[in-house]
Each structure stands twice: as structure tokens, then as C-alpha cells.
């Protein structure tokens, strides 16, 4: 059987090459910008950086997307109280809060529980390690990632403040918190995804036409 060409053209630029352009808006190898970082031991228990933007209520499962790492010569211990860097989305009228991670010494807590916070499900959050880059000092423990999270539908339609906080616990032990890459992207909804690939793959066994 030989479909028209024109047919299948249409199914091209109506359904396969959005959803296609849309599947490649996640973060995979966006393009660096400019590193944003700070080092404890200053004499200042709290360094914040805040950025603003603002969500589109019209994107199809909106998601923000940051590069983010923590470094530190600190090493964990019982009853320890460590250095430690924080990502946080919240509303401008402060009605909402929604904590994405908190770094230090034992690791990265993905969406850990916040009392008044709006509830996240670490397994929605994608993070992919990257390299980490060339800052001063250089400390003993580090790691960077490639983030991709979910934003609640209390953000949607409005603007937010997105506060990276790297807190110091005065002690003599160095640490680092950085970001870049800050952005809102919308991410398709895997079976979206999988019903257009499927519609092509059919298309594809139904047009070889005999020369």
C-alpha cells in the first residue's frame, strides 16, 4: 500500500516535527553560560543568589532546568552540622515554596521534606552528572549535575523567585556552591512521544511503493 506523499507530509509538520522539537528542549547539552559561585569562610553564614522567572501556564509539563555543584573539604560525621548548598523555588507573594535540593558533605538530597513546603517527588527529578568546572580552591569532595525538574502548578502563570543558598557554618573547613543554565522548558509527555513515533513507523511500512 503507497500513501500520498502529501499525507504524509502533514503528519510531519502537524504532529511528528513539534513533538520532536519539544522532546529535544530538555536540557541535554544546552550551552554553558556564565558560572555563578561563592565560597564559605567570608565571616557570612548565608551567600544567596536569586534569579527570577516567569511561567508560562500555556507550556505542556513545564520543567526548570539548572547546572548546579557543590564542592567542600568538610567530612561528615555523627551529629556533624555541615556546610551546605540549597535550590528553592518560590512565589513572589511567598505564598508558595518548593525546595529542590539541598548539597553537602554526605551528598545531594533531591526534593528533601519542608515543613510548609509544596511536596516534590524526587523520582521526577532528572539529574545528570557533568563535569565539574574550574574554580578556585579546588576542594577535596565535589560533584555538578544537569538538573531537570518538575514545577508545581502553583507556579504556573505567574512569576518566581529561584534562591540558590549556600549556608556556612563558620567553621575553619572550605566550601563552594555554583549555578548557571537557568531556564524553563516544556517536556512532552512520554506516551505523546511514543504514539508519534509509532504513527511514523507505520507510515514508514505502508509507503514502500514498488519502483
Request: a negative charge; hydrophobic letters at 45%; proline letters at 9%.
Amino acid at each position: 500500500m503507497c500513501l500520498p506523499i502529501d499525507l504524509i507530509r502533514a503528519y510531519w509538520a502537524r504532529y511528528a516535527i513539534p513533538v520532536f522539537i519539544l522532546s529535544i528542549s530538555a536540557p541535554i547539552g544546552r550551552a554553558q553560560g556564565t558560572v555563578v559561585f561563592h565560597n564559605t569562610g567570608g565571616g557570612q553564614q548565608l551567600i544567596s543568589e536569586v534569579r527570577s522567572l516567569f511561567i508560562d501556564a500555556s507550556l505542556s509539563q513545564p520543567h526548570v532546568v539548572f547546572d548546579f555543584g557543590f564542592a567542600t573539604d568538610e567530612t561528615p560525621g555523627p551529629g556533624a552540622f555541615l556546610d551546605s548548598f540549597t535550590v528553592t523555588m518560590q512565589s513572589t507573594n511567598q505564598q508558595f515554596t518548593a525546595v529542590y535540593l539541598t548539597a553537602d558533605a554526605t551528598g545531594v538530597a533531591w526534593a528533601p521534606p519542608t515543613p510548609g513546603g509544596l511536596p516534590l517527588d524526587p523520582a521526577a527529578i532528572t539529574a545528570k552528572n557533568i563535569p565539574y568546572p574550574s574554580l578556585q580552591p579546588v576542594l577535596a569532595t565535589k560533584s555538578s549535575y544537569e538538573v531537570s525538574a518538575p514545577i508545581p502548578s502553583q507556579f504556573l502563570g505567574a512569576s518566581v523567585n529561584v534562591f540558590f543558598d549556600l549556608f556556612d557554618n563558620l567553621d575553619n573547613r572550605t566550601s563552594q556552591g555554583w549555578f548557571n543554565n537557568l531556564n524553563v522548558v516544556s517536556v512532552p509527555e512520554p506516551g505523546v512521544l511514543s504514539l508519534v513515533l509509532a504513527g511514523t513507523a507505520i507510515l514508514l511500512r505502508f509507503n514502500r511503493c514498488p519502483k
